[in-house]
Structure formats: C-alpha cells, structure tokens
C-alpha cells in the first residue's frame, strides 16, 4: 500500500526551530511537497523537494532522502500565525499522496 | 490571476436532497482534483481529471457520488441523494503536469463547506 507518516501534533514556542518529519512508502515518486492550511482555510504549498537536499524558502526550509524515503519541514523563528496544520504530500503520477497532516501548536 | 474558484462556499441540506458542487480551475491546468476533508479521515482524494477525462475515480465514495468535468473550465461534483455522513468540505485543486513539469504544487479553492441535516 502507499502511506505516509507524519507525528500528529507538535508543540513549540514562539521564536523558536520545529521539524515535522515525514516518512513514506509509495509506489512512484516525483518528489516531495509540504502544505500549509489554518484551520477554516485550504492546503497552501510551501514547498517542493524533487531532489536529495534542502531547500529553503525565507524562514521555513523541507529537507528529502529519497534512500531513507524520508523528509522534513522546518521552521525558524516561529510566530503565531504559524499555528497551522501541516502536511507532506508525495508527488506520484502526477497525483498527490497525502499523510494525515501535522497540527502545530504555538505558545507564546 | 484568479485562482480555483469553488461555488457555493457553503451549503446546508436535507437529507436526500441533490447536491451540486462546483469548480472553476485555473486557466491552464491540465489537472483537475476533488477532494473531501472531514476530521476523522483527513483529506480523501475522490477523483482527478486529465485534460477533462476522468482518470481515478477509485476514491468516490459511491454510487451516490459523480463527477463531470465537460471542457477545461468547469467541473462538477454532485451527490444524489445526500445523507449526513457526506458533511465534510469538498476540496477542488488544479495543477499544470504536462511534459514531466512536476514541481509538487496544487492551487487549491477555498472549499465547498456541506452540512447534510
């Protein structure tokens, strides 16, 4: 089966580095992506990793392995308004496989 | 550039009732996806379009539920009849995939909130 694994929910402080790891098992993969989505509102892309590596877009960088099938999203300098919940997705044939999404819990 | 454009944002039925949602892509897209978000099974693919072909419909729930996507600028998703189990926020999201050109990111729309009563 194709499944992917992502803790359910993290806690943090304001100011502070999280990572939301992510592992899986998919037949087929392109690359990895990272959502966003506050809660009432839809997913968001973060970002994109079709290659080993880090890539980092201003304060939140995702990270890939594609030998250890696995990844993660990390943020800096936390705000509030990252309280969100956050999901990976593998790129598969041109769909997208979905965990189930990672709620991060700011305090201040 | 507007983006994926979803109507009604929000419907309240009876059950039984036909429900009919709706979907704008953006202008472009060769990929078309319904989704279904509940809290206790998270975001369910229901099916995609290819070009307007329908290409996995594996994940629509039943025979209740269909699809149309009639030329590259609309889509439905209907539900006949509805039953309250069927309450969750539908999803429509697009995407440019042709030619290998694979860079992960979906646009989603702002979502069809449906309550069946």
């Known amino acids: 089966g194709q499944s992917l694994e992502q803790p359910s929910e993290v806690t943090a402080v304001e100011g502070a580095i999280v990572q939301i790891n992510c592992t899986y098992q998919?037949?087929?993969?392109?690359?990895l992506s990272w959502y966003q989505q506050h809660d009432g509102g839809a997913p968001t892309f973060l970002s994109y990793?079709?290659l080993d590596g880090l890539e980092e877009t201003g304060r939140f960088s995702s990270f890939l392995s594609r030998s250890d099938s696995y990844g993660y999203l990390l943020l800096q300098e936390l705000q509030m308004k990252d309280s969100a919940s956050y999901f990976c997705?593998?790129?598969?044939?041109?769909?997208?496989?979905w965990g189930a999404g990672t709620k991060l819990i700011i305090k201040p | 550039d507007a983006g994926v454009i979803q109507s009604p944002r929000h419907e309240v039925t009876e059950m039984g009732q036909e429900v009919t949602l709706r979907c704008k892509p953006i202008?472009?897209?060769?990929?078309l996806f319904w989704y279904r978000q509940t809290m206790m099974r998270g975001l369910e693919l229901l099916i995609y379009?290819?070009?307007?072909?329908?290409?996995?419909d594996s994940g629509m729930p039943e025979d209740r539920f269909s699809a149309k996507m009639p030329n590259a600028s609309f889509s439905t998703l209907k539900i006949q009849p509805s039953e309250p189990r069927d309450s969750a926020v539908y999803f429509c999201?697009?995407?440019?995939?042709?030619?290998?050109?694979?860079?992960?990111?979906?646009?989603f729309g702002e979502g069809s909130r449906l309550t069946v009563l």
């Open positions: 999201a697009s995407r440019f995939a042709s030619g290998g050109a694979v860079t992960g990111e979906l646009f």
């Open positions: 202008s472009g897209h060769d990929y």
């Open positions: 379009f290819n070009n307007n072909v329908p290409i996995d």
């Open positions: 998919t037949s087929g993969f392109y690359g």
């Open positions: 990793n079709g």
């Open positions: 997705a593998v790129d598969s044939n041109y769909q997208l496989i």
